[in-house]
C-alpha cells in the first residue's frame, strides 16, 4: 500500500525528532524513520542555558525537558594558561546522555502523532516515492516533502550532496574510563600541544574524553600513538583516568552541504559545527525549529518551496559561518602551542569577504542584485515583504539583524563611503532612529555578501 505524508523525516536525532514534533502539533501527518544506529560521539554531551530560551520559545522544552537533567557538572577550562580556569556558577545548561536521550524523543514523539519507524532504511524509488525497510515489513510512501537528518553520516540513497566548506580535517576520539575520585562531578576543557580535551566526569559511572586531533596526526601515527601524546601532555582529568579505552573514533571537521536534490538538510546533516562550540545540540533544535515555519508554509503554498528551501540552506549557512568566526577566536586565545599544526591551522580568522574595506573606499550597490518581494520569516510561518534578491546564490533578505536591506543599499545608488553612507542615514526616514553601530553591522554583512561593491569595479565605471 502507498501511503501519503506531509513530511518524511530520515535521521531521528535531536534534529529529525524536533522537527517531527513541530510538525505533529501543527497537525501535519509526519513520518520518521531512523537506522537505529547512530554513532554518538561521546555517552555525555552538554546544553548550554541559553538553549532554554530557544526551547521556550520554540515549544520544543517539554519535548526535551523531560529527558534531559539540570547539568550539575562544575565547569572548568586549562586554555590559554597551565592552571585550570573554574567558570563561575552561571545558571545550570542540561545534560545529555545521549543514547537514552534521542531514543527518549522518539517514543515521546509517538505520543505526539508522529508515525515512528526504528530501524528502517529509506530508499528512493524512481518514482519519486520512499520505500522504507523494516525488520518485519515495507512499506512505500509518498511524502510531499522530504528531511534529511542524518547528522554526520553519509546521507541515504544517496542524496545528492555538495561539500560548500570545511574547516581543518578533525578527528575525535573517545576515551571512556575510571576518574580519578577527586575529578567528579566536573567537566573540563584543556588544550593540549596536539589538540584539545573534553572531560566528562559525572558523580558516579565512567568518565569519558573527547580527545580532539588533527586528522593528518592520526593518520601518520596512528589513532592510538596519536591519542597517547595527547594524554600525555595534558594536566587536566583525561591525563588520570584509569583502566581507559578507546570507544570510538569520529570525524568531527566542520562542514557545510547542500544538496541539489529536491530534499531540505537539517542539522548535521546540512551543516556540523566545530564541537569546541558546545552548542551541535542547540543548533539542531533551532534548526528544527526554523525547518517546521518552512514545511508548514509550504505545504500552504506549494509554488514557493524551492526559495523556502533556498532559505532554510542560507540560514544554516549563516549560522555555520557564525559558529566557524566565534571558534576561530576561541582558538585564537590559546597561544602556548602556535608552533604545532594544530593550533596552526585553526588559529587563521576567517575574515569575510569585504571585511577589509576601508572607511573611505568608494563603494556602490552591486548591480546584480534584484528589488523584489522576498520570505521572510513571521512567527510560526514565512510571508513576503520588500526586500532583495541575490540571483548568483538565491538569498532572498529583507533585513540583516533588526535594518532593513533596501534602505540600507540605497545609500550606495550612487558611490559612496561607509563614512559617508553613515553620516546619510541620520538624514533618511528609514534609518535615522538606528544606532550607527547597527547600520555599521548591517553594512558590513552587504559587503561580506559582496552586494556592495568597489566603485572603481563596477560595470561601466570606466
Ligand atoms: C566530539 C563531539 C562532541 C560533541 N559534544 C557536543 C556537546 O557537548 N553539546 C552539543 O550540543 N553538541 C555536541 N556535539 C555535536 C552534536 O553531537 C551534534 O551536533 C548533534 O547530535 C546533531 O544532531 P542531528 O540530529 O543533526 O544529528 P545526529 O545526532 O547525528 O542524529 C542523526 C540521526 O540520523 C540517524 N541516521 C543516520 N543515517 C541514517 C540513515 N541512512 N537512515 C536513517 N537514519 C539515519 C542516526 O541513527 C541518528 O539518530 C559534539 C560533536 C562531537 C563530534
Given at each position: 500500500?502507498?501511503?501519503?505524508?506531509?513530511?518524511?523525516?530520515?535521521?531521528?536525532?535531536?534534529?529529525g525528532?524536533?522537527?517531527?514534533?513541530?510538525?505533529?502539533?501543527?497537525?501535519?501527518?509526519?513520518v520518521?524513520?531512523?537506522?537505529?544506529?547512530?554513532?554518538?560521539?561521546?555517552?555525555?554531551?552538554?546544553?548550554?542555558?541559553?538553549?532554554?530560551?530557544?526551547?521556550?520559545?520554540?515549544?520544543?522544552?517539554?519535548?526535551?525537558?523531560?529527558?534531559?537533567?539540570?547539568?550539575?557538572?562544575?565547569?572548568?577550562?586549562?586554555?590559554?594558561?597551565?592552571?585550570?580556569?573554574?567558570?563561575?556558577?552561571?545558571?545550570?545548561?542540561?545534560?545529555?546522555?545521549?543514547?537514552?536521550?534521542?531514543?527518549?524523543?522518539?517514543?515521546?514523539?509517538?505520543?505526539?502523532?508522529?508515525?515512528v519507524?526504528?530501524?528502517?532504511?529509506?530508499?528512493?524509488?524512481?518514482?519519486?516515492?520512499?520505500?522504507?525497510?523494516?525488520?518485519?515489513?515495507?512499506?512505500?510512501?509518498?511524502?510531499?516533502?522530504?528531511?534529511?537528518?542524518?547528522?554526520?553520516?553519509?546521507?541515504?540513497?544517496?542524496?545528492?550532496?555538495?561539500?560548500?566548506?570545511?574547516?581543518?580535517?578533525?578527528?575525535a576520539l573517545?576515551?571512556?574510563?575510571?576518574?580519578?575520585?577527586?575529578?567528579?562531578?566536573?567537566?573540563?576543557v584543556?588544550?593540549?600541544?596536539?589538540?584539545?580535551?573534553?572531560?566528562?566526569?559525572?558523580?558516579?559511572?565512567?568518565?569519558s574524553?573527547?580527545?580532539l586531533?588533527?586528522?593528518?596526526?592520526?593518520?601518520?601515527?596512528?589513532?592510538?600513538?596519536a591519542?597517547?601524546?595527547?594524554?600525555?601532555?595534558a594536566?587536566?582529568?583525561?591525563?588520570?583516568?584509569?583502566?581507559?579505552?578507546?570507544?570510538?573514533?569520529?570525524?568531527?571537521?566542520?562542514?557545510?552541504?547542500?544538496?541539489?536534490?529536491?530534499?531540505?538538510?537539517?542539522?548535521?546533516?546540512?551543516?556540523?559545527?566545530?564541537?569546541?562550540?558546545?552548542?551541535?545540540?542547540?543548533?539542531?533544535?533551532?534548526a528544527?525549529?526554523?525547518a517546521?515555519?518552512?514545511?508548514?508554509?509550504?505545504?500552504?503554498?506549494?509554488?514557493?518551496?524551492p526559495?523556502?528551501?533556498?532559505?532554510?540552506?542560507?540560514?544554516?549557512?549563516?549560522?555555520?559561518f557564525?559558529?566557524?568566526?566565534?571558534?576561530?577566536?576561541?582558538?585564537?586565545?590559546?597561544?602556548?602551542?602556535?608552533?604545532?599544526?594544530?593550533?596552526?591551522?585553526?588559529?587563521?580568522?576567517?575574515?569575510?569577504?569585504?571585511?577589509?574595506v576601508?572607511?573611505?573606499?568608494l563603494?556602490?550597490r552591486?548591480?546584480?542584485?534584484?528589488?523584489?518581494?522576498?520570505?521572510?520569516r513571521?512567527?510560526?510561518?514565512?510571508?513576503?515583504?520588500?526586500?532583495?534578491?541575490?540571483?548568483?546564490?538565491?538569498?532572498?533578505?529583507?533585513?540583516?539583524?533588526?535594518?532593513?536591506?533596501r534602505?540600507?543599499?540605497?545609500?550606495?545608488?550612487?558611490?559612496?563611503?561607509?563614512?559617508?553612507?553613515?553620516?546619510?542615514?541620520?538624514?533618511?526616514?528609514?534609518?535615522?532612529?538606528?544606532?550607527?553601530?547597527?547600520?555599521?553591522?548591517?553594512?558590513?554583512?552587504?559587503?561580506?555578501?559582496?552586494?556592495l561593491?568597489?566603485?572603481?569595479?563596477?560595470?561601466g565605471?570606466?
Open positions: 500500500m502507498v501511503e501519503r505524508c506531509e513530511c518524511l523525516i530520515v535521521g531521528g536525532g535531536p534534529a525528532s524536533a522537527l517531527a514534533f513541530l510538525l505533529a502539533q501543527r497537525g501535519l501527518r509526519v520518521l524513520a531512523d537506522h537505529g544506529r547512530a554513532h554518538h560521539s561521546g555517552p555525555l554531551e552538554t546544553l548550554l542555558a541559553p538553549a532554554h530560551r530557544l526551547l521556550r520559545r520554540s515549544g520544543l522544552l517539554e519535548l526535551v525537558l523531560p529527558h534531559a537533567a539540570v547539568d550539575p557538572l562544575r565547569h572548568g577550562a586549562i586554555w590559554g594558561r597551565d592552571a585550570i580556569e573554574w567558570r563561575p556558577d552561571a545558571e545550570p545548561g542540561l545534560l545529555l546522555h545521549r543514547g537514552a536521550f534521542d531514543t527518549a524523543l522518539r517514543s515521546a514523539l509517538i505520543a505526539a502523532g508522529v508515525d519507524r526504528c530501524p528502517a532504511r529509506a530508499e528512493r524509488l524512481a518514482d519519486g516515492g520512499v520505500r522504507l525497510t523494516m525488520p518485519d515489513r515495507r512499506e512505500v510512501l509518498r511524502p510531499r516533502h522530504v528531511v534529511v537528518a542524518t547528522g554526520r553520516a553519509r546521507p541515504p540513497w544517496p542524496c545528492q550532496r555538495e561539500l560548500l566548506q570545511a574547516g581543518p580535517q578533525t578527528t573517545t576515551w571512556v574510563g575510571e576518574p580519578d575520585p577527586a575529578d567528579r562531578g566536573t567537566a573540563v584543556e588544550a593540549v600541544p596536539t589538540g584539545w580535551i573534553w572531560t566528562h566526569a559525572p558523580a558516579a559511572g565512567p568518565a574524553a573527547a580527545v586531533l588533527d586528522a593528518d596526526a592520526t593518520c601518520e601515527h596512528g589513532a592510538k600513538t591519542l597517547q601524546a595527547a594524554l600525555a601532555a594536566r587536566g582529568p583525561a591525563a588520570r583516568m584509569q583502566q581507559a579505552r578507546l570507544a570510538h573514533a569520529t570525524n568531527a571537521t566542520a562542514r557545510l552541504h547542500r544538496t541539489m536534490g529536491e530534499e531540505l538538510l537539517l542539522g548535521d546533516a546540512a551543516s556540523c559545527i566545530d564541537p569546541l562550540a558546545s552548542q551541535g545540540v542547540e543548533k539542531a533544535l533551532a528544527a525549529d526554523h517546521a515555519a518552512v514545511i508548514a508554509t509550504a505545504v500552504a503554498r506549494p509554488a514557493w518551496w526559495r523556502l528551501r533556498s532559505a532554510h540552506a542560507h540560514w544554516e549557512a549563516g549560522l555555520f557564525g559558529h566557524a568566526a566565534a571558534t576561530t577566536q576561541w582558538y585564537a586565545r590559546e597561544e602556548r602551542f602556535t608552533e604545532t599544526v594544530f593550533w596552526q591551522r585553526r588559529r587563521t580568522v576567517a575574515v569575510p569577504r569585504g571585511e577589509a576601508g572607511w573611505d573606499t563603494l556602490v552591486s548591480p546584480a542584485l534584484v528589488l523584489q518581494q522576498v520570505l521572510v513571521q512567527g510560526d510561518v514565512f510571508v513576503e515583504a520588500d526586500g532583495v534578491c541575490d540571483p548568483a546564490t538565491g538569498e532572498e533578505l529583507a533585513q540583516v539583524g533588526y535594518v532593513s536591506v534602505p540600507l543599499l540605497d545609500l550606495f545608488r550612487a558611490p559612496g563611503s561607509l563614512r559617508t553612507a553613515l553620516a546619510a542615514a541620520g538624514g533618511d526616514a528609514r534609518l535615522h532612529v538606528l544606532s550607527p553601530h547597527a547600520i555599521h553591522t548591517g553594512l558590513r554583512a552587504l559587503l561580506a555578501r559582496g552586494w561593491i568597489a566603485a572603481a569595479s563596477a560595470p565605471s570606466r
